[in-house]
């Protein structure tokens, strides 16, 4: 290391002289330097303390700090290699560059970033992570801001939701002339009702007296998320559904598409809607409509295997049926103990009857029957009374119909069998299993998209899409790191330890140098998987981020 002074001239002939910490290496037969710190705004007294620690032989701020005689001191900085490394492959996905430059465009950079680091903020908790962290040096802000800026981003960011959208598709390789999305519907449950798009409506997370929003997302063939939009917690899966085939065809420009949905996502108007944007579709049928085709012989019960088999209908429709064993066991063990929770709810209520003379047939007649019910065997158990006795009847002839169809499911398309073969379109399907799994990801799962910290629509939708483009990053993370037996979690966690080392002067207290240290065995198997090599230094923050609201202001104090 050493100090170098470089005299540059400005504007009118006026000359400038800027003190730099500087290190020299060479490459090849090359000698070339780079700089570790601006020394410039340092008092002569701390230069000087500098200049004779330097005259030691030291080759890092360690055995600086140690010839220093006292004078300089090595402490530990903010976290830095977490962050640094996810900045990376944000950079590298074109999510950075999707945003913009602007300033708006950094704060919903930062919310992406943040969100990754620490699942499930508020916006005022991602102002506080900034503040202790190296975000601001590593992420070159010029502005502070607070949490007020990031609520106020989110009418920013809902305006060019599209727009980024369209630049993350045409930013990917080139894709295949014909394309095929995954689109499927969840539901997230919201604390208190003041969102803007809060309503009742049918819950998957089976929460009671809980308001909501329905999220539908839309990704490629290998479930790299595309598009996301929230919708009013009553709106209707099908509804949902004409709004992706405008936004595949008319924004994103597709042609060749393949829309892949379940059962209660693509229905006759949905079909008719894909067709006439010439799209094509893979769904399933209901069991109603399974048991259709069969009465009128368009499906044969024997074709029902674990092989895939394929059935052509009259209209040139494709029906691909299979029966899946694992499900068929299940499905037969479930009604196996329901019928024995049954018997022993009976023997129970029998017990009853015969210890209290007084009680009432009926009373446990009706509480058996609705119990059955609710489990829905009403059909081939039946219940009755015979001397003052409850009786389950099994009828096994019913038994054998309703389980007639254990595990068996049927994929219906209007692709051309030039197009794609039975075991193509069965497999097509079933991975809207990585539809679900995104799902897991961004409501229960690593980036927990509740709480929702917003109340307006346009935060709303802004707060899903940063967790969309969280959720990319991620995606990327996890396919590195797959060898290493490691989640994404784990992995960030190792790398937040990473931290930046600071060569303070003892006396003023000012930062004359910082540099990254060089990262454990695991941080270094994490960041070669990325194929990502650390920066020497980290550069000074030029601000300084903050919090409107004090925690202390608003925390309760501890009773005495």
């Given at each position: 290391?050493?100090i170098?002074n470089?005299?540059?001239?400005?504007?009118?002939?006026?000359?400038?002289t800027?003190i730099?910490?500087?290190?020299?290496?060479?490459?090849?037969?090359?000698?070339?330097?780079k700089t570790?710190?601006v020394?410039?705004h340092l008092?002569?007294?701390v230069?000087?303390?500098?200049?004779?620690?330097?005259?030691q032989p030291?080759?890092?701020?360690?055995?600086l700090?140690d010839t220093s005689?006292?004078?300089l001191?090595l402490?530990?900085?903010?976290s830095?290699?977490?962050?640094?490394t996810?900045d990376q492959?944000?950079?590298?996905l074109?999510i950075?560059?999707a945003?913009g430059?602007?300033?708006?465009a950094q704060?919903?950079?930062?919310?992406?970033?943040?969100?990754l680091?620490?699942?499930g903020p508020?916006?005022?908790?991602?102002?506080?992570?900034?503040?202790?962290s190296a975000?601001?040096?590593?992420?070159?802000w010029?502005?502070t801001f607070?949490?007020?800026?990031?609520y106020?981003?989110?009418?920013w960011?809902?305006?060019?939701h599209a727009l980024i959208e369209?630049?993350?598709?045409?930013?990917r390789?080139a894709p295949p002339?014909d394309?095929?999305?995954?689109?499927d519907?969840s539901?997230?449950y919201?604390?208190g009702?003041?969102?803007?798009?809060a309503?009742w409506?049918y819950?998957?997370?089976?929460?009671e007296?809980k308001?909501?929003?329905?999220?539908g997302?839309?990704t490629?063939s290998?479930?790299?998320p595309?598009?996301?939009?929230?919708y009013r917690?009553?709106?209707?899966?099908?509804?949902?559904?004409?709004?992706q085939?405008h936004?595949?065809?008319k924004?994103?420009?597709?042609?060749g598409v393949?829309?892949?949905?379940d059962?209660?996502?693509?229905r006759?108007?949905q079909?008719?809607?894909?067709q006439?944007a010439q799209f094509h579709f893979v769904t399933?049928?209901t069991k109603?409509?399974?048991?259709k085709?069969l009465?009128?012989?368009?499906?044969q019960l024997?074709l029902?295997?674990?092989k895939v088999h394929?059935?052509?209908?009259?209209?040139?429709r494709?029906?691909?049926l299979?029966?899946?064993?694992?499900r068929?066991?299940?499905v037969?063990r479930?009604?196996?103990?329901k019928?024995q929770?049954l018997?022993?709810?009976?023997?129970?209520?029998?017990?009853?009857l015969?210890?209290?003379?007084?009680?009432?047939v009926?009373?446990?007649?009706?509480?058996?029957?609705a119990?059955?019910?609710?489990?829905?065997?009403q059909d081939?158990?039946k219940l009755?009374?015979s001397?003052q006795?409850?009786?389950l009847?099994l009828?096994?002839?019913a038994l054998q119909a309703a389980?007639?169809?254990d595990?068996?499911?049927v994929?219906?398309?209007?692709?051309t069998?030039?197009a794609a073969?039975?075991q193509?379109?069965?497999d097509?399907?079933?991975d809207l299993?990585?539809v679900?799994r995104?799902?897991?990801?961004l409501?229960?799962?690593?980036?927990e998209?509740r709480?929702w910290?917003?109340?307006t629509?346009?935060n709303?939708?802004?707060?899903?899409?940063?967790?969309?483009l969280?959720?990319?990053?991620?995606?990327?993370l996890?396919?590195?790191?797959r060898?290493?037996?490691?989640?994404v979690?784990?992995?960030?966690?190792q790398?937040?330890q990473?931290?930046v080392?600071e060569?303070v002067?003892?006396g003023s207290g000012k930062?004359v140098?910082?540099?990254?240290?060089?990262p454990?065995?695991?941080?270094?198997?994490?960041l070669?998987a990325?194929?990502?090599v650390?920066?020497?230094?980290?550069?000074?923050?030029?601000v300084?981020v903050g919090?409107?609201?004090k925690?202390?202001?608003?925390?309760k104090p501890?009773e005495k």
């Amino acid at each position: 290391m050493f100090i170098a002074n470089v005299v540059s001239k400005g504007k009118h002939g006026k000359s400038y002289t800027s003190i730099l910490l500087r290190e020299s290496f060479r490459v090849g037969s090359s000698v070339k330097s780079k700089t570790l710190a601006v020394l410039t705004h340092l008092p002569p007294h701390v230069l000087e303390a500098v200049r004779r620690a330097l005259a030691q032989p030291a080759d890092s701020l360690a055995k600086l700090a140690d010839t220093s005689q006292g004078s300089l001191r090595l402490r530990q900085g903010p976290s830095m290699g977490a962050l640094w490394t996810i900045d990376q492959v944000a950079q590298r996905l074109g999510i950075k560059k999707a945003l913009g430059v602007t300033w708006e465009a950094q704060l919903s950079y930062w919310q992406v970033l943040a969100r990754l680091l620490r699942p499930g903020p508020s916006l005022l908790a991602m102002v506080r992570l900034a503040a202790n962290s190296a975000a601001a040096a590593l992420l070159g802000w010029k502005r502070t801001f607070t949490e007020d800026d990031l609520y106020a981003n989110g009418a920013w960011l809902e305006g060019r939701h599209a727009l980024i959208e369209r630049r993350l598709w045409h930013a990917r390789p080139a894709p295949p002339k014909d394309q095929l999305f995954l689109y499927d519907v969840s539901s997230s449950y919201l604390e208190g009702d003041s969102n803007a798009l809060a309503a009742w409506g049918y819950n998957r997370d089976h929460k009671e007296g809980k308001k909501q929003v329905v999220i539908g997302l839309l990704t490629d063939s290998q479930g790299e998320p595309v598009s996301i939009q929230v919708y009013r917690g009553n709106t209707n899966d099908l509804k949902t559904f004409n709004q992706q085939v405008h936004k595949i065809k008319k924004e994103l420009g597709c042609t060749g598409v393949t829309l892949v949905g379940d059962r209660g996502m693509i229905r006759t108007d949905q079909k008719a809607a894909a067709q006439e944007a010439q799209f094509h579709f893979v769904t399933a049928l209901t069991k109603p409509q399974i048991q259709k085709l069969l009465a009128e012989r368009v499906l044969q019960l024997e074709l029902f295997e674990e092989k895939v088999h394929e059935v052509l209908g009259e209209d040139g429709r494709r029906f691909v049926l299979r029966r899946n064993p694992v499900r068929q066991a299940e499905v037969q063990r479930a009604r196996q103990e329901k019928h024995q929770a049954l018997e022993a709810a009976l023997k129970k209520a029998n017990t009853y009857l015969d210890e209290h003379p007084r009680a009432k047939v009926a009373t446990q007649h009706r509480h058996l029957a609705a119990r059955l019910a609710s489990y829905k065997v009403q059909d081939w158990l039946k219940l009755s009374v015979s001397q003052q006795r409850l009786v389950l009847t099994l009828d096994a002839a019913a038994l054998q119909a309703a389980a007639q169809l254990d595990g068996c499911y049927v994929v219906e398309t209007d692709l051309t069998t030039a197009a794609a073969d039975a075991q193509t379109i069965h497999d097509r399907y079933k991975d809207l299993a990585l539809v679900e799994r995104d799902f897991r990801t961004l409501k229960t799962g690593h980036l927990e998209i509740r709480p929702w910290f917003v109340c307006t629509a346009d935060n709303t939708q802004a707060h899903a899409l940063t967790a969309m483009l969280a959720l990319k990053v991620r995606r990327h993370l996890e396919q590195a790191w797959r060898s290493l037996e490691v989640t994404v979690e784990e992995g960030l966690r190792q790398l937040e330890q990473l931290c930046v080392m600071e060569l303070v002067h003892s006396g003023s207290g000012k930062v004359v140098a910082r540099q990254v240290p060089e990262p454990s065995a695991r941080q270094q198997q994490l960041l070669q998987a990325l194929k990502l090599v650390l920066p020497a230094t980290v550069p000074e923050a030029q601000v300084t981020v903050g919090t409107r609201k004090k925690i202390n202001h608003v925390r309760k104090p501890l009773e005495k």
